[in-house]
């Protein structure tokens, strides 16, 4: 025992919604292809097997991060064996996969999920057949049918052995080839870099340098041989090696399709009920206004249908309810002032501020995993390239922001899988412009102190804002300074599915837990610390007007930077700068600092600002550099803190042109 | 002929690609080999990419790509 598997196979195969049947772990699956983006390990329940999700593959050649990632699992951390996952609806393409697998001759036992939907096609399949033609073990699995995959723990895929006749599809010029190479490569190159020889003489052949370098770098007069060997081949069929490899493993593959699908029907091209969907959803004429109506529903319901409803019951709860009882408890223990005010102005006033708006951001995140679970994103993905490639990016790079609307972090882990360097650096800049749930907050508690009429409006308007401002900067970027190629633009479009109530409430239970620790950790020290430093001056007095605190010194100092942009006092500078840490510490601070209760502080907001001043304050909150976890992780996939630092001055130079903007040009009509 | 001539639900088969090497061959890697049959589903709204079907699934594909692979 204590083996250590890979999962393998084509992207949106149904990999991680395995891995996590298997693990019993919560990772997260979605209906688009690139959702898994980094490697995940975790134990088979009650066994000591090792299974690893990786991010999906179409073929043993990648170009993007993620492909990297999975390629150099499978080719260099050598595994105890492959769990192909194979989508069964889709099952040429996924076999393409499994095919260059058997030919690195590594043990393989086929996972062929999506059973259920090929059934719905009414398509039979003859899975012994197939099992003959590879000669490896299939476990057959579906959704809510996930029985067979207790098998795997019952069997040692490191004895596996296949006889199946690999290379046989290749032409015979090509074949000779293999063999010839093979036979040359020495026995220290084989023990050295554990490979099966003629796999080695394949990728030797392709001209795979990074096999080559791995393996065989100084065996000149090898690669010599084998790059002969290849041009012959070319010259003779005139077609480029590694195409001619794709195009006869494609004409077995059709072959074997057509030995193991049966059509009940006889009809597989049939329209399907998704195909029928997209008429709709990527009609001429109706799909832009779909779109923008569905993320105004979404933002609609989040803030006004069922987000003020849940404002109110938080705040009862916090303020009326869990304050009252904590004020009641410490005057009959008899706690000290200055500790009550501690606990209920700084802790509860801090935390509490935050805690008002999670039910709400957990709506939001449900709202957001139903699009990515639901197949559309990746329509959006669709609909919007003409639009994004006029402004210096490329389709593909909607689906990372749209996850960033959630939250900036795995939006910008979403970048990996863009091909195209340039691409990805701009997304990875761009991404943290669209509003995340941690902003939301913040908003949520200005449109009701100043724009309670029409909320949702003015949060949308913020929404549309941030995407406005993401697609000028792609223009402006890719003229001074993400020059570079245009990318290529191919995306897969996934059937739609009914996205699975269990993943969903999952997803939003997880990022809501998220916001919990967050409100538990540094919400909470940060409110304790904002406490102390208004409460104290520089000689450590306790001062009894927070005005002469060390804080307002501090801030006082910071204040005149802000004023063009409409607020010179010292709280508001406070709050900016706190904001960096995490955007939901802008509203805690806000709370602690005005130190009043939660139902309060909107009314207190009012003798701050102006509507004009606190739409201003929301943009800069809006655009402005995002919080650390999105800079340590914007640092991770930039690799650079030049790159890093370069966003987060553009980032924060844009916040406070623009909220300049809207305060000094409003100022003009307004009054 | 090429793909963008066919008529929204009109199949054909692939003869050529015409393109940069690095997007052809990850197009055969996904199934768009010679010989193979490609469906023209439909346009983007705004025009480009364009949604065809192969080998039973959906891809978009940009117009600049799809003008330059030939069909029999
Ligand atoms: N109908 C059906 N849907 C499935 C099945 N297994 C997974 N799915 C759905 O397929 C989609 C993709 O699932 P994932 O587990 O995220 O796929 P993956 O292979 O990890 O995808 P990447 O990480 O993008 O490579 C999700 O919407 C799943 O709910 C299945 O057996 N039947
Ligand atoms: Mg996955």
């Known amino acids: 025992m204590g083996h250590s598997y890979a999962l393998t196979g084509n992207p949106n195969s149904g990999k991680t919604t395995i891995f996590n049947e298997l693990t019993g772990s919560a990772q997260y699956v979605g209906n688009w292809s690139g959702v898994t983006v980094e490697k995940k390990e975790g134990f088979i329940k009650n066994s000591k097997i090792n299974v690893v999700d990786l991010p999906g ?8 991060i993620d492909e990297v990632i999975a390629l150099e699992y499978i080719t260099e951390e050598n595994p105890d064996g492959i769990l192909n996952v194979v989508s069964a609806s889709n099952l040429e393409r996924n076999l393409y996969l499994t095919l260059q697998l058997m030919e690195m001759k590594v043990p393989v036992l086929m996972i062929l999920n999506m059973m259920d939907e090929l059934s719905r096609k009414n398509i039979k399949l003859d ?23 207790s098998r795997i723990k019952e069997i040692d895929l490191k004895g596996l052995k296949s006889n199946f006749a690999r290379f046989s599809y290749f032409s015979k010029e090509i074949q000779d080839g293999i063999r010839e190479i093979a036979s040359h490569i020495s026995l220290q190159t084989l023990t050295q870099y554990k490979a099966d020889p003629q796999w080695l003489a394949l990728k030797i052949m392709e001209g795979d340098n990074k096999i080559i370098e791995a393996c065989c770098a100084k065996d000149a007069a090898i690669i010599e041989k084998a790059k002969a060997i290849r041009l012959i081949i070319e010259k003779s069929e005139g077609v480029e090696f590694s195409q001619l490899l794709a195009a006869q493993r494609y004409s077995y593959l059709g072959e074997i399709a057509g030995q193991v699908l049966i059509d009940a029907d006889g009809n597989m091209d049939r329209e399907s009920v998704s195909e029928k969907i997209d008429k709709i959803m990527t009609h001429r004429i109706l799909a832009i206004p779909i779109f923008l109506g569905i993320m105004w529903t979404i933002y609609y319901i989040t803030i006004t249908g069922l987000g003020s409803k849940s404002i109110e019951v938080m705040e009862w709860l916090i303020s009326d309810l869990f304050t009252g009882a904590v004020k009641a408890l410490m005057v009959t223990m008899d706690v000290s002032t200055w500790l009550q ?5 700084g802790v509860i006033g801090g935390v509490g501020a935050v805690l008002v708006f999670i039910p709400q951001i957990m709506i939001l995140f449900f709202f957001i995993s139903i699009l990515e679970d639901s197949g559309y994103m990746a329509r959006i993905a669709f609909v919007m390239d003409r639009i994004f490639k006029k402004f210096g990016l490329s389709g593909k790079s909607v689906i990372p922001m749209l996850v960033g609307s959630g939250c900036s972090v795995p939006g910008i882990m979403a970048t990996r899988t863009l091909e195209n360097e340039r691409d990805r650096k701009l997304t990875i800049l761009l991404t943290p412009f669209i509003s995340c749930g941690a902003k939301m907050p913040v908003y949520l508690l200005f449109v009701s102190a100043f724009f309670a009429a029409n909320s949702h409006w003015v949060v949308f308007s913020l929404y549309l804002l941030g995407i406005v401002t993401a697609m000028v900067s792609g223009v402006v970027l890719t003229k001074v300074r993400y020059k570079g190629v245009e990318s290529d633009f191919i995306l897969e479009m996934p059937p739609y599915r009914v996205p699975a109530l269990k993943s969903v409430l999952l997803h939003m239970w997880d990022k809501g837990k998220d916001f919990l620790i967050r409100a538990g950790t540094i919400i909470f020290a940060a409110s304790v610390i904002m406490w102390f430093a208004q409460s104290f001056d520089l000689s450590f007095q306790m001062v009894q007007d927070p005005s002469t605190s060390v804080l307002a010194d501090f801030g006082r100092l910071v204040a005149p930077v802000f004023a063009p942009l409409g607020f010179g006092d010292w709280i508001t500078s406070v709050a900016f700068i706190t904001g960096f840490v995490a955007k939901e510490i802008v509203i805690s601070t806000l709370s602690v600092l005005h130190g009043v209760s939660q139902g309060a502080l909107g009314s207190s907001l009012t003798e701050f600002y102006t509507p004009l001043s606190a739409y201003s304050f929301m943009v800069f909150v809006l655009l402005a550099s995002p919080c650390f976890a999105a800079i340590s992780v914007m640092k991770r996939e930039l690799g650079s803190w030049k790159e890093t630092g370069f966003s987060i001055l553009y980032q924060t130079g844009t916040a406070y042109l623009l909220s300049m903007a809207v305060y000094q040009i409003g100022s003009l009509f307004i009054k | 002929m090429t793909i963008i001539d066919l008529k929204p639900g009109q199949c054909g088969e692939i003869y050529e690609m015409t393109l940069d090497s690095k997007i052809k061959h990850k197009l055969m890697e996904m199934g768009m080999t010679p010989g193979t049959s490609v469906q023209f589903v439909r346009t983007a709204p705004l025009g480009d990419p364009i949604n065809i079907k192969v080998r039973g699934f959906n891809l978009g594909i940009r117009r600049d790509v799809a003008m330059n692979i030939t069909l029999k």
């Open chain 1, 341 to 345: 005010s501690l606990v209920i102005d």
């Open chain 1, 57 to 64: 593959i179409y073929s043993m050649s990648s170009s993007s």
């Open chain 1, 127 to 149: 899975v012994d057949r197939l099992k003959e033609i590879f000669d490896i073990q299939i476990i057959l699995t579906g959704q809510n049918d996930r029985k067979n995959l």
